[in-house]
């Protein structure tokens, strides 16, 4: 039975960092993709961050350019996303997802459709 868990999130002032982390158990090796989505309440389900397990490309919405990092510990089934120059509109749930077969650019990488498992989620408060 696969599943993820997330940690790491917290309440911070605009401007601070988080490091969030995604564990997956219940899975040997992982092909495809994983990425971090987050909901605000009243919005849909974003993705803001895609990694490929085999080779490690990387992907993110606009949105986060340039502040958010996601990266992976090999050969633990273990995403990571920094989180830097935190802004109130960051403010959200965030979720692991993962897609164990498929690589990132295989359908639509930002819709939650693609995605087989999902974590219970972590709460990113960011305060101006």
Same mark, same amino acid.
């Given at each position: 039975?696969? =599943? ?9 002032? #605009? ?11 219940? +899975? ?14 009243? *919005? %849909?389900? %974003?993705?803001?961050?895609? &990694?490929?397990? /085999? ?5 993110? #919405? !606009? /949105?986060? $350019?340039?502040?958010?990092? &996601?990266? =992976?510990?090999?050969? *633990? ?9 935190? *802004?109130?509109? !960051? @403010? #959200? ?19 939650? #459709? $693609? ?6 989620? @972590?709460?990113? @408060? +960011?305060?101006?």
């Amino acid at each position: 039975q696969v =599943q993820l868990v997330e940690s790491g999130g917290g309440s911070v002032q #605009a401007g601070a960092s988080l490091r969030l982390s995604c564990a997956a158990s219940g +899975v040997t090796y992982i092909y495809g993709c994983m990425a971090w989505f987050r909901q605000a309440p009243g *919005k %849909e389900r %974003e993705g803001v961050a895609f &990694i490929q397990r /085999s080779g490690g490309n990387t992907y993110y #919405a !606009d /949105s986060v $350019k340039g502040r958010f990092t &996601i990266s =992976q510990d090999n050969p *633990k089934p273990t995403v990571y996303l920094q989180m830097n120059n935190l *802004k109130p509109e !960051d @403010t #959200a749930m965030y979720y692991c997802a993962l897609d164990i077969w498929r690589p990132c650019t295989s359908g639509t990488m930002a819709s939650p #459709a $693609k995605y087989n498992y999902w974590g219970q989620g @972590t709460q990113v @408060t +960011v305060s101006s």
